[in-house]
């Protein structure tokens, strides 16, 4: 038989009695946004969410190799980044685990290099991320967390010499890792900050992606 809640320090009540019951009851803990409501068998919750994003974006090129050919792009560009995602997420006690896709859009991210013969220019249009992510809420109202996967640019080079003049847009695919801190406002609205780091240079000198990414997460 289900006891009764038992009053604890502040606002926070606990259930005592059944293990399928929300460890937190979502009401009455304000402290306690990102530990969902919803009752789970064992205590699982699982939730949907999606993001708007913005943040610094830095895509850095040594010498890689395009469609087009090796290119003599040896250089790096910062600008702005804006983006939105949607992902799931499922947590079993203060263990959160989910996956996400992401697309993301540069602003004034051309990357230019060349000699005085030759010019030559990597235009990031857009990237897409397929990701798996776990966590752990080391507060209830705070989750830390660690990322990985696929990531997808989609580019527009341009090789300029003399009057010649060559263009052509490609998918490179890669890898990326990151991290981050997810801090819940209200049961459904979060706020977080992470850094990512992507390879997309397959094997062919360096084009490595470096980002830091802030946004608001709206949860259902």
């Given at each position: 038989?289900?006891r009764t ?5 502040g ?8 293990r ?12 306690c946004?990102l530990?969902?409501r ?5 205590g699982n919750?699982q939730?949907?969410?999606?993001r708007?994003?913005g943040?610094l ?16 792009v ?6 702005a980044?804006l983006?939105?995602l949607?992902?799931y997420d ?7 685990v989910g996956?996400e896709?992401?697309l993301n ?8 290099g060349?000699?005085s013969?030759?010019s030559?220019?990597?235009d990031?249009k857009r ?6 992510r776990?966590?752990?809420l080391v507060?209830?109202q705070t989750?830390?967390?660690a990322?990985?996967g ?11 010499s003399?009057?010649?003049t060559?263009s052509?847009s490609?998918?490179r695919d ?13 049961d459904k609205?979060?706020?977080r900050?992470e850094?990512?780091?992507a390879?997309l240079s397959?094997?062919h000198g ?9 946004g608001?997460?709206f949860?259902?």
């Amino acid at each position: 038989m289900a006891r009764t809640l038992r009053p604890l320090s502040g606002a926070r009540q606990l259930y005592e009695g059944n293990r399928n019951e929300v460890l937190c009851c979502f009401r009455h803990c304000p402290d306690c946004r990102l530990l969902d409501r919803r009752n789970r068998p064992g205590g699982n919750v699982q939730r949907s969410h999606g993001r708007r994003s913005g943040g610094l974006d830095q895509n850095k090129i040594g010498n890689t190799k395009t469609d087009l050919g090796a290119t003599s792009v040896n250089a790096s560009k910062d600008s702005a980044t804006l983006g939105g995602l949607f992902g799931y997420d499922r947590r079993f006690g203060r263990l959160v685990v989910g996956g996400e896709a992401g697309l993301n859009f540069g602003t004034s991210d051309k990357v230019s290099g060349g000699t005085s013969a030759a010019s030559a220019t990597v235009d990031p249009k857009r990237s897409i991320d397929l990701t798996a992510r776990a966590g752990y809420l080391v507060a209830p109202q705070t989750l830390v967390y660690a990322r990985a996967g696929y990531t997808n640019d989609r580019i527009h080079t341009t090789l300029a010499s003399g009057t010649s003049t060559l263009s052509a847009s490609e998918d490179r695919d890669g890898w990326l890792v990151g991290g981050g801190v997810e801090r819940a406002i209200t049961d459904k609205v979060s706020a977080r900050v992470e850094y990512r780091y992507a390879d997309l240079s397959n094997g062919h000198g360096k084009y490595d992606r470096n980002q830091v990414l802030s946004g608001i997460v709206f949860h259902f």
